[in-house]
């Protein structure tokens, strides 16, 4: 049997809705409520982390000593995985968080990438010149903010066993269907084939074939990007075991949340903390309602 993950349209609106919104829910989740699990802030005597900031618990048990691997075990199972208990995905969690304290301490460089980002992005104007968003176009983007995750992608690239192909509506579309999703509408895709002696695809949906507004083609632009690095994150691993779709869907979001820091997005965590959540359960929430 094929085994496909994607980034669904519904999971992609559910998160740009809930980063909007930023309020409170109604209700009760049915995902973990927030653990009790509180670090004391490095040097702030007896400051408290709110439960919700991972960022700042990754920081403060770093202050304190704790190794990456140590601070994952600690994560494991509580909210700051979304109440799951995989300690590949704790790992990506405190890896993440390290970005963003990194981004936070020294914001300087994703400032430049976001410029960099911008004035490239203002070079395209796809129905005005008749430029076409193909392979190319989508890594000079990615490479203008040329961080070392995205230097990994291309480097993954030159293997055999990866490809990246930006494809029409009904070339996604059908991948889509065989994989019995026919109601989704994905702007990514990622399609293992490597069980079928076939390189792994990462399938990026062409651009719309109407005319779209500068702001639009932006967006548009931005959703492919995140797309990008959320199916590479797929292609590093296979998942088995109760939680692992949930835990792989988890992942790749995380890979987008890093790409956002990378720019200077900070609209994930500034949501979460509204919520009173940590930000991986603000990202597990949509994959359980998609």
């Known amino acids: 049997m094929n085994v496909q993950f994607g980034l669904f349209s519904q999971a992609a609106s559910l998160l740009t809705a809930l980063i909007s919104r930023a309020a409170g829910t109604s209700g009760a989740s049915d995902l973990p409520s927030v653990d009790r699990f509180v670090a004391p802030a490095a040097g702030a005597g007896s400051s408290l982390i709110p439960a919700w900031d991972t960022a700042g618990a990754v920081a403060s048990l770093a202050a304190r000593s704790f190794d990456p691997e140590r601070i994952a075990r600690t994560f494991n199972g509580t909210a700051h995985t979304a109440g799951l208990r995989d300690m590949r995905l704790a790992r990506k969690v405190v890896d993440v968080m390290r970005t963003e304290n990194g981004v936070r301490r020294n914001p300087s460089e994703a400032i430049e990438a976001r410029r960099r980002l911008h004035a490239v992005l203002k070079g395209y104007d796809f129905f005005e010149s008749g430029r076409d968003f193909d392979n190319a176009a989508l890594?000079?983007?990615?490479?203008?903010?040329?961080?070392?995750?995205?230097?990994?992608?291309?480097?993954?690239?030159?293997?055999?066993?990866?490809?990246?192909?930006?494809?029409?509506?009904?070339?996604?579309?059908?991948?889509?269907?065989?994989?019995?999703?026919?109601?989704?509408?994905?702007?990514?895709?990622?399609?293992?084939?490597?069980?079928?002696?076939?390189?792994?695809?990462?399938?990026?949906?062409?651009?719309?074939?109407?005319?779209?507004?500068?702001?639009?083609?932006?967006?548009?632009?931005?959703?492919?990007?995140?797309?990008?690095?959320?199916?590479?994150?797929?292609?590093?691993?296979?998942?088995?075991?109760?939680?692992?779709?949930?835990?792989?869907?988890?992942?790749?979001?995380?890979?987008?949340?890093?790409?956002?820091?990378?720019?200077?997005?900070?609209?994930?965590?500034?949501?979460?903390?509204?919520?009173?959540?940590?930000?991986?359960?603000?990202?597990?929430?949509?994959?359980?309602?998609?």
């Open 139 to 290: 890594l000079s983007l990615l490479q203008a903010i040329n961080s070392p995750e995205i230097q990994a992608l291309v480097q993954d690239l030159q293997s055999p066993s990866l490809l990246l192909e930006v494809v029409p509506d009904g070339a996604i579309d059908d991948v889509v269907t065989r994989w019995g999703k026919a109601s989704c509408l994905p702007v990514s895709f990622f399609e293992a084939r490597r069980h079928r002696g076939l390189p792994d695809r990462i399938l990026i949906r062409a651009f719309p074939a109407v005319r779209i507004s500068r702001e639009e083609t932006a967006r548009e632009i931005l959703e492919r990007l995140f797309g990008a690095m959320h199916e590479w994150e797929h292609s590093r691993h296979f998942w088995l075991g109760k939680h692992g779709h949930a835990a792989s869907e988890t992942m790749s979001l995380l890979e987008e949340y890093r790409l956002r820091l990378r720019i200077f997005d900070f609209d994930i965590p500034r949501a979460a903390a509204r919520e009173g959540i940590t930000s991986a359960t603000l990202l597990a929430r949509t994959i359980r309602h998609a």
